[in-house]
Structures are given as structure tokens and as C-alpha cells.
């Protein structure tokens, strides 16, 4: 063993050893998250913690690994858009809206509280109220399962989801060019001007291109090569106009949601959850540094104040609104476990973070530390109370 990894260099730069490792990796996090049903995401960052620099040092976050997390990163935001289905809106749209609303302001006000508590930064505070407020209906599944996936609160719920991600994603948009140095007139124009022309070109365009390229099922691998094509074709657009390619890539994948069959999109998910996301949150794990929160105690103490925070945030919104249409404690907490898993876009603009120098290395690892206890509390939630649901 010695030998291979002293002729193989450490850490990892040859392509071969390198993807070697991290497909050994994936299987083996499928495996244990199978076996130990856990979300294969925290095994996966634990794994990237491991082997990282931070670790045993066999991968580097070098120009090889960062171009595969650069696709996987564009790929969770197609994925995401092509699961927010646009119907859901017209299902008591009202209660959507205000849902939508709730669960983005009120983590964000959270966030920015205890942004400005940790940093005194004030677009430090800004960014962490972003990392607050979006989510991932990871525990969407187990509704469907129960058979209740058609009640109010749950459609609420998923329709809110569509509101929280658009706000969080105008929110980053807006972060990343004031870090940049890119605040001013052209800044409102790239965002209500250039940007609107590039989202409603590609809706329409993408669904015109779609209908003719997709309904040929008898090649099938033409239609997933469009759906890719299209992704980063929308990304490129949103890029040179200086908004974040995932941006265009989520664009993509509302474009294309209504026009992309149930085949084709089990493809898509297929190739992403095997490949392209396992090793984005892989990635996330080699730049993670958990010696941090045992080297420096008081970086514990960070980790709870975040995880708290932002669960308690989501709790508010969720009752906030079971309030306001008089939901019982059974759809509130449903709504409350469907909205509380965070991993695809907070660990996206937690890497934006830790890259721009506006996250410590105490911050960051408690951002991955509380992504791990909402992924796995939020499914158990939910499956408690939609089991009181379901029995009704």
C-alpha cells in the first residue's frame, strides 16, 4: 500500500488514482447510508473531512476536483428547478405566497441576527440570513409515501419552496456582486433588466426547443444531452451578464420542467445523485476542517448558536403560518420537517462564503455541522407527523 501511494504522490493529482478514490468513496458512503439510513450527503462530507488536506491529505481541492464540484454545483440547481413544478403555485396561491415569504424572511431576519452577533460584518450577517432560509425537500418522499402529498399543507409547503429558492438565489445574486465591487447602476440593471430578458428567453425558448427535441423518444440520449446542453448553455448566459451560472442553471430546469418526461428525469437524477452531487459534497467535506471546532472549543458554541438559529427560524415560519390559517400541530410540523433539511444551496453559497473570505474557518464548519443535524432530523419530523396525518 505504501508503495502504490508513494509512487501515486499525496495528495492525489493523477486523474486516474484521484477518481479512482472518490468513486471508492461514493460506493462505500451508498453503502453505509443504505445500511445506517442516513442522508449519503453527511457521509459524504465526513468522508471529504477525512481525506482532505485537513486530514489524511490524499485530495487536494485542486483545479481537477474543483472543475467536477463546478458541474456538480450546476447540476443540484438544474435538478432543483426541474423539481419545483410551477403548478404548485396555483394551489392556494395565497397561503403559498405567504408560506414562501414566512419561511425565507424569517430565517433570513434570524440569520442576520446572529450574522451580526458572531462577525459585527454586516455582509457577513447578510450571508449567513441567506444560509438561513433556503431548504430541500429532502423528507418530500416520505409524504408521498404516506399517501398525503396532496394536502394542503404539504402542497404549501412545496409551493413555498419555489418563493424561498427564487429569494435566495436574487439574495446571493446581489452578495456576490457587492463583494465583487460590482455595486451600482449596472448591478440593478444586470438584475431587473438584462436578467428578466435572459429568464423569459429561455422559458419560452427552452420549452419551444424542448418540445421538439424531447418527444423523440426514440433517442433518448439526444434528449439528455439537450437537457445538459441547456443548462449550460442558460448558465453561460446568466455568467456573462455577471450573475451566478447557477442562477441560469435553476432557470434551465424550470424551463424544462414541465417538458422533461418521468423517464428522462429519472435519468437525470441518476447520473447527478451518482456521480456529479456525490462528489460536490465531497468536495465541500476536503475544504471542511473539523479539527476547528475541536482545536478551538468555543467554535462548538458557534455551531449550536447556527443550529438552533436556523431550526428554530424554519419552526417559526412553518407556525407562523399554521396560525394564520388555523393548520392543527400535525401540518404544522410536516410543514416544519419538509423545510427543515438544508444541503444542495447552502452548500453552495457556503463555499462562495469560505472562498470570498466572508466565512471563518468556526463558521463555515458550523454551517456543514448544522446542513448534517437538518438532514437528519428534518426526515424524522416529518414522518412522525405525517403518520398523524395519514391516520386521520
Not at 490524499?58 to 472543475?67: E, G, K, S, Y
Not at 463546478?70 to 403559498?96: N, T
Not at 462548538?300 to 407556525?319: E, R, Y
Not at 466565512?359 to 448534517?372: D, E, P
Request: proline share 3%; charged share 10%.
Amino acid at each position: 500500500m505504501y508503495g502504490i501511494l508513494s509512487v501515486a504522490g499525496l495528495p492525489l493529482a493523477d486523474p486516474v488514482y484521484l477518481f479512482s478514490l472518490i468513486l471508492g468513496l461514493i460506493f462505500v458512503a451508498m453503502k453505509l447510508a443504505t445500511w445506517l439510513r442516513l442522508p449519503m450527503i453527511v457521509l459524504l462530507i465526513v468522508f471529504g473531512a477525512i481525506v482532505g488536506m485537513n486530514g489524511l491529505g490524499l485530495i487536494a481541492r485542486d483545479a481537477q476536483l474543483i472543475l467536477l464540484e463546478r458541474i456538480g454545483l450546476l447540476y443540484i440547481m438544474l435538478l432543483a428547478g426541474l423539481g419545483l413544478q410551477l403548478d404548485f403555485l396555483h394551489h392556494a396561491g395565497k397561503k403559498v405566497l405567504t408560506f414562501g415569504l414566512l419561511t425565507f424572511g424569517v430565517p433570513f431576519a434570524i440569520g442576520f441576527v446572529t450574522g451580526q452577533v458572531l462577525t459585527q460584518n454586516l455582509l457577513v450577517a447578510v450571508l449567513l440570513g441567506i444560509l438561513y432560509s433556503p431548504h430541500t425537500l429532502m423528507a418530500y418522499p416520505i409524504v408521498v409515501a404516506f399517501g398525503i402529498g396532496q394536502q394542503e399543507a404539504v402542497s404549501v409547503a412545496v409551493g413555498g419552496s419555489i418563493i424561498t429558492t427564487v429569494l435566495t438565489l436574487m439574495a446571493y445574486a446581489i452578495v456576490k456582486a457587492i463583494q465583487a465591487g460590482g455595486v451600482g447602476i449596472d448591478l440593478w440593471i444586470k438584475l431587473l433588466v438584462l436578467l428578466p430578458i435572459v429568464i423569459v428567453s429561455c422559458l419560452k425558448g427552452l420549452q419551444y426547443l424542448a418540445q421538439r427535441v424531447i418527444k423523440d423518444e426514440t433517442h433518448p440520449q439526444h434528449a439528455f444531452v439537450f437537457v445538459l446542453a441547456a443548462m449550460f448553455l442558460t448558465a453561460s448566459l446568466t455568467h456573462a451578464i455577471g450573475v451566478d451560472a447557477i442562477v441560469g442553471a435553476f432557470i434551465a430546469g424550470l424551463a424544462l420542467s414541465r417538458s422533461v418526461p418521468s423517464q428522462l428525469m429519472q435519468q437525470l437524477e441518476f447520473v447527478g445523485n451518482s456521480l456529479f452531487i456525490p462528489i460536490f459534497a465531497l468536495s465541500v467535506g476536503v475544504l471542511s476542517d473539523p479539527n476547528v471546532l475541536i482545536q478551538h472549543p468555543e467554535n462548538l458554541g458557534i455551531a449550536a448558536f447556527v443550529i438552533l438559529g436556523a431550526v428554530g427560524a424554519k419552526f417559526l415560519a412553518a407556525w407562523l403560518t399554521g396560525y394564520c390559517f388555523k393548520y392543527d400541530w400535525a401540518a404544522i410540523f410536516t410543514m416544519f420537517g419538509l423545510t427543515m433539511s438544508r444541503s444542495a444551496l447552502v452548500l453552495v453559497i457556503a463555499l462562495f462564503g469560505r472562498n470570498a473570505g466572508l466565512l471563518s474557518s468556526g463558521v463555515f464548519n458550523a454551517i456543514v455541522a448544522y446542513i448534517a443535524v437538518t438532514c437528519l432530523i428534518g426526515p424524522v419530523i416529518t414522518t412522525v407527523a405525517g403518520k398523524a396525518i395519514a391516520a386521520r
